[in-house]
């Protein structure tokens, strides 16, 4: 199905924190989440990056199918790609305005790009730098449920770097059900989330939740996680005119081997069952 993005300023945006092992040590962030109380293998938080209507920065519409953009400071943008499966949800609300259920119909590539700024307090603060600070594939792959034995059961999840006319695997090709949290488990806790997960000092998390129901979208994109990074985007940032790519594919379709000559070519068009999110970064 085909992204519209002009139905998606509607749409509340927000990601989950720590749902794949190993991604926020290497991110550098673990030590940002030691007040959190999280179960052992759970993810740590959800965060906004997105409000529509919000009257702060996360009310800029940040997303887009072909680019990233640079942010205005004076000092280095230290950006680096974070691929995800982004996931498009229709709420549905309880008499209260709480949310009742989450309910997937769309997922496919997601680039919840982020700036690593020490001393930042929130995450939000390091997600939404304004417009096109954020991708999402033009392609989505409509889906009616997240169960793991289901149709989404063979989807992988990989990412490169273009730079300088060479391709460098950015993120580890990983499977999409290997989240710590997945289908059924990881839809009833996004909803616990929204429903109870607090702000204040000490803590990088926010009350979503309110900010969710003060809007009160009839969608939600929800970047479920970043992969682990490869050597190479562990310690490479973000720069003008690279190429970045984030790919969701069904791998009883193709291979790991096929994906990465297709984007080490910069033609994707001939991937079967595959969502691809080609940015160019400064565009």
């Known amino acids: 199905m085909r ?3 002009e139905t998606l300023r509607g749409a509340f945006g927000f990601g989950v924190a720590g749902n794949f092992a190993g991604h926020l040590e290497q991110a550098g962030e673990a030590a940002d989440f030691v007040a959190v109380d999280a179960s052992d293998g759970a993810p740590k938080g959800i965060f906004p990056f ?33 691929p995800e499966v982004g996931v498009l949800f229709r709420i549905a609300y309880a008499a209260g305005g709480a949310v ?4 997937p119909f769309a997922v496919g590539a997601f680039n919840d790009c982020s700036i690593r700024r020490p001393g930042a307090t929130k995450i939000s603060e390091k997600k939404n730098w304004g417009p096109t600070s954020k991708g999402v594939a033009p392609e989505l792959f409509a889906v009616e449920d997240l169960d793991p034995e289901g149709a989404t059961r063979e989807f992988r999840l990989a990412s490169f770097l273009r730079r300088d006319g060479e391709t460098h695997p950015y993120g580890i090709d990983s499977p999409v059900p290997g989240y710590s949290y997945y289908g059924t488990q990881l839809v009833d806790w996004m909803v616990d989330r929204l429903a109870h997960q607090q702000g204040g000092d000490g803590t990088p ?16 994109l ?28 069904d791998g009883s379709v193709s291979t790991p081997d096929q994906v990465l000559a297709a984007v080490s070519a910069d033609d994707t068009s001939t991937l079967r069952a595959a969502s691809v999110l080609r940015q160019v970064v400064g565009g």
């Open 3 to 5: 992204t519209d993005l």
């Open 50 to 82: 997105y409000v529509p209507g919000g009257d702060t920065f996360l009310g800029a519409f940040p997303l887009s199918t072909d680019a990233t953009a640079l942010p205005v400071q004076d000092e280095p943008a230290n950006l680096q790609l974070e």
């Open 100 to 103: 009742e259920a989450l309910e």
């Open 205 to 220: 998390l926010e009350p979503v939740g309110e900010q969710l129901r003060a809007a009160r979208p009839d969608l939600v």
């Open 222 to 249: 929800v970047g479920i996680g970043a992969t682990r990074y490869t050597d190479y985007g562990e310690t490479t940032f973000l720069r003008e005119g690279d190429v970045s790519y984030v790919v969701v594919y």
